[in-house]
Every structure is written in structure tokens, then in C-alpha cells.
T-cell receptor, first 114, second 114 residues
Framework: KTQVEQSPQSLVVRQGENCVLQ??????????LRWFKQDTGKGLVSLTV?????DKTSNGRYSATLDKDAKHSTLHITATLLDDTATYIC?????????????FGAGTQLIVIP | DMKVTQMPRYLIKRMGENVLLECGQD?????MYWYRQDPGLGLQLIYI???????SEGDIPKGYRVSRKKREHFSLILDSAKTNQTSVYFC?????????????FGSGTRLTVL
């Protein structure tokens, strides 16, 4: 059973618009949640990690929230650029160390058009 | 420059042939991973290596084996490849920081088994 669900599956926005990506999970325990960006044909690159019960992070035009009570996270992308076209993957870790397991979502494919 | 390098990038094999996928990292990370990525699914863990000759099965180890004789190299071996092993394979190494484990991914190997 999939423990990390991302929505929407795909999203098309115009350059300059804002967008919000959602991640719901059932992983227990939920030590941390990380968002990755995967460009087509490339590996995953970490954007941000959230750790606290109710957490917020900001990394340039990317900002993220986590609510562990709701087991829900959002990734906001402000003023999208063509280079933001990629798949965004939500990953929940059940421990803070390598002895834990990482649970990957299937990703949201974001396409930014001119 | 922190890097995980995978070779080859693309590989086509016939069913029953042996396959060797190689991965190297220049960060002296102890822990390394092999994942596969299939359309519509999250990354699935094949094997994890905690250090030289210290390997553990992941969630889908059947049909695969690994070798780690040096900390910087981690190989994935398919003995007698099957068509259902057609996939994109990612290697990663990890560093446990103050907040959570951080993964560094290679660019992937796209394997097609005919």
C-alpha cells in the first residue's frame, strides 16, 4: 500500500504564476519529510527538509510546510520559471539516521509554459 | 565537488545476460543505496550498504545482488536479467546531518532488457 501520496499527478502553469504541490502520508513514525526536484533524465536534488511537528522552511522561491498531526506537507513555488519544469518528489523518513527507511511518493510532474 | 557518478547512463541487454551497474562517490559517505524508478511509482529500495562488505536487502532485492569492496564504489549486479528489470536505476550516498539524513543521487542508468 502506498504510504506517500502526492497530488496533483501533473500540473501545467504559466511562467510567473505560483503553484502548490501536496503530499499526504501515512508513514509512522515520521521523523522528517524532504522535497526533491528531479529534472528529466537526471537524479533527485534535495530542495528542503522539514523536521518539526509543525514546520516551515524557505529556500528562495521554494517554501514548504509540514503538519505532522495531519501528516500533510505542501511545497509552494513562487513566480515559476521555465527551469522549474521537473518532477517534485516528497519523501518521508521514519528515522533521522541511515538505519531508517525512506518512503518515496510517485511525484508531481510540473510543466511551466511561456 | 560532491558527486555521485553512475555508469553507464544507458544500457540495452538481452534476457538472460548478466548486467553490471557501477556507482562511485567522492564524499567518503559510509552509506550507499541502489533504487529503481518505474513510471507512476515511488523509488523502490533494492539494497543498502552501510560500509565495505556490510550490505542489507531493501524492499525488492530478488534478482539483484551488490558488491561494495571500497567505500567509494557500490555495484549492482543482475545475474540473468529479466524483462521486468527494465527500469531506471539510481545510486545514492548519504550523510547524516544535524536534522536528517541527506541523500545525494547519481543521474541514473536506464536499463532496457529485451
Amino acid at each position: 500500500k502506498t504510504q506517500v501520496e502526492q497530488s496533483p499527478q501533473s500540473l501545467v502553469v504559466r511562467q510567473g504564476e505560483n503553484c502548490v504541490l501536496q503530499c499526504n502520508y501515512s508513514v509512522t513514525p515520521d521523523n522528517h519529510l524532504r522535497w526533491f526536484k528531479q529534472d528529466t533524465g537526471k537524479g533527485l536534488v534535495s530542495l528542503t527538509v522539514l523536521v518539526d511537528q509543525k514546520d516551515k522552511t524557505s529556500n528562495g522561491r521554494y517554501s514548504a510546510t509540514l503538519d505532522k498531526d495531519a501528516k500533510h506537507s505542501t511545497l509552494h513555488i513562487t513566480a515559476t520559471l521555465l527551469d522549474d519544469t521537473a518532477t517534485y518528489i516528497c519523501v518521508v523518513g521514519d528515522r533521522g539516521s541511515a538505519l531508517g527507511r525512506l518512503h518515496f511518493g510517485a511525484g508531481t510532474q510540473l510543466i511551466v509554459i511561456p | 565537488d560532491m558527486k555521485v557518478t553512475q555508469m553507464p547512463r544507458y544500457l540495452i541487454k538481452r534476457m538472460g545476460e548478466n548486467v553490471l551497474l557501477e556507482c562511485g562517490q567522492d564524499m567518503s559517505h559510509e552509506t550507499m543505496y541502489w533504487y529503481r524508478q518505474d513510471p507512476g511509482l515511488g523509488l523502490q529500495l533494492i539494497y543498502i550498504s552501510y560500509d565495505v562488505d556490510s550490505n542489507s536487502e531493501g524492499d525488492i532485492p530478488k534478482g539483484y545482488r551488490v558488491s561494495r569492496k571500497k567505500r567509494e564504489h557500490f555495484s549492482l549486479i543482475l545475474d540473468s536479467a529479466k524483462t521486468n528489470q527494465t527500469s531506471v536505476y539510481f545510486c545514492a550516498s548519504s550523510f547524516v546531518g544535524a536534522s536528517a539524513e541527506t541523500l545525494y543521487f547519481g543521474s541514473g542508468t536506464r536499463l532496457t532488457v529485451l
